[in-house]
């Protein structure tokens, strides 16, 4: 039932100018809501790493991720393609480990209406597009 699968780069990101969280106080994290994908590998990595943490803002919506860390709220581990300029990656120097990424997929019923097949098609195409143009920031 997979139609398309391809690689998620992940990244720990900051606001651009600000100082990683000091090693001896909670990091404040930018997170989806408990249970989600990402939520669940940032909190996994940390607690590998004995980092503890604190969620500081939580949305559903990626863009307010994306903005609440380029404000400053915290640190979040969200993919690479949603770096910008307003961002900046953490380091394992900097105590966030390397994450791995994520292989994200595409399924769909074996039976399916024209329409879904004209919409699994197009999202096929779609992610092969976006996997070609996804590559990790340079840290």
């Known amino acids: 039932d997979c139609h398309a699968q391809w690689p998620e780069p992940l990244c720990w990101i900051a606001a651009r100018d600000s100082a990683p969280p000091a090693s001896d106080t909670a990091v404040p994290l930018v997170a989806f809501p408990a249970g989600a994908l990402y939520r669940q590998e ?41 770096v910008t300029a307003e961002h900046r990656v953490l380091t394992a120097g900097e105590g966030f480990p390397a994450p791995t990424g994520l292989r994200l997929a595409l399924y769909a019923r074996a039976r399916l209406s024209d329409a879904g097949h004209a919409l699994r098609r197009a999202l096929e195409a779609y992610c092969q597009l976006r996997a070609g143009k996804v590559m990790p920031p340079a840290a």
């Open 42 to 82: 940032m909190t996994a990595m940390l607690e590998t790493c004995a980092k503890p943490w604190h969620v500081r803002f939580s949305s559903p919506s990626l863009p307010s991720l994306v903005a609440a860390v380029a404000s400053g709220l915290g640190v979040s581990l969200l993919p690479a393609a949603c």
